[in-house]
C-alpha cells in the first residue's frame, strides 16, 4: 500500500478523546507470519467464517480485516485481542458485546480491494466505507435510481475521467452515513444528498426515522491512499478527525 503522510503508520494506537475519531488504513497484503498472527486472535466462530470462504482472496481478507480490528480494539480496551467479545446488532452490524458497554467504544469497518478502514470513536455511533477506483458499470442508471437529484446532476456532470470517482464519492459517503446511523444498504439512498468533494467536511441532514425524528451526521470526505476513495460519518457529534495506517 502506497504511504500517505496524513494517515502515518503506527503499530499501538495513540489515546483516543471524547471529541476524536480515529480511521486507521489497513493493508491487506501482507507476510503470512503476520496473516498467521492475525489469524490467531481469532473467535472460534471467526475462525469457521473464515473456512467456510471457497477462494483464498477472500478469506484472507476477512482474517487481516478482522484480525487488525481485534488487534486495534484490544489495545484501545486494553485487553487482549482474543478476549475481546464481538456480537451483531438488529441490522447485522458487528458491535462489542455487553461487557465491554462500559467502555462506549463504537467501530466500523469497510475493506475494499486491498485495503480495509476502521473507524473508532467513544459516545458515538460512527460509520466508515471505502472504495477502490474502477470503472463503475450502469453508472448513469445507478445514480438516478439510487442517489438524490441534486447528486445525480453533480455526478452526471462531472467531465467523463473523473465521473467514477465522483460517483464513488457519492456512494462512499453516503454508505458510511447509513452506517453510523445503523441502517446500511437498507436505507433509502435518496433520502438525503451529500456535496461531492475530495476534501469535503461538515454536517448532512439525514432522513426522519420511524419516529419522525431527523439526525444529522458530520462527515468527512478521505483518501486513504492511492487509488482508494472513503468517506467516514459521526451521527450527531462533530469529531476531530485523526488518520492512520496499522503497521503489522
Not at 503476520?34 to 473456512?51: H, I, M, Q, V
Not at 456535496?195 to 467536511?201: L, R, T
Not at 425524528?213 to 468517506?231: D, F, G, I, K, M
Request: aromatic share 8%; with cysteine; hydrophobic share 40%.
Amino acid at each position: 500500500m502506497p504511504p500517505n503522510r496524513h494517515w502515518p503508520p503506527l503499530a499501538k494506537p495513540p489515546e483516543l478523546h471524547t471529541d476524536d475519531v480515529h480511521a486507521w488504513a489497513v493493508s491487506l497484503d501482507v507476510s503470512q507470519q503476520a496473516y498467521d498472527d492475525l489469524f490467531g486472535t481469532l473467535a472460534s466462530e471467526e475462525r469457521k467464517r473464515a473456512s467456510e470462504f471457497r477462494f483464498d482472496d477472500p478469506r484472507r481478507r476477512y482474517v487481516i480485516a478482522r484480525g487488525a480490528l481485534r488487534r486495534l480494539l484490544g489495545t484501545y480496551l486494553n485487553s487482549h485481542p482474543s478476549e475481546i467479545e464481538l456480537t451483531i446488532d438488529g441490522n447485522q452490524k458487528p458491535i462489542l458485546a455487553k461487557q465491554h458497554a462500559a467502555a462506549d467504544l463504537h467501530f466500523n469497518v469497510s475493506h475494499s480491494g486491498d485495503l480495509a478502514v476502521i473507524a473508532l470513536a467513544l459516545g458515538c455511533e460512527v460509520g466508515i466505507d471505502v472504495e477502490k477506483l474502477r470503472d463503475v458499470g450502469h453508472l448513469e442508471q445507478i445514480a438516478r435510481r439510487f442517489f438524490h437529484r441534486s447528486e445525480t446532476s453533480a455526478v452526471l456532470s462531472a467531465p467523463e475521467p473523473a465521473r467514477n470517482r465522483a460517483f464513488l464519492r457519492c456512494w462512499t459517503a453516503k454508505e458510511a452515513i447509513l452506517k453510523a446511523l445503523g441502517t446500511g444498504i437498507v436505507g433509502n439512498l435518496a433520502d438525503f444528498d451529500v456535496p461531492i468533494g475530495d476534501a469535503w467536511q461538515g454536517w448532512v441532514e439525514c432522513s426522519a426515522g420511524p419516529d419522525g425524528h431527523r439526525s444529522r451526521c458530520w462527515l468527512e470526505q478521505l483518501t486513504p491512499c492511492h487509488q482508494y476513495v472513503a468517506a467516514i460519518a459521526c451521527v450527531e457529534s462533530k469529531r476531530l478527525f485523526r488518520s492512520y495506517t496499522f503497521e503489522m
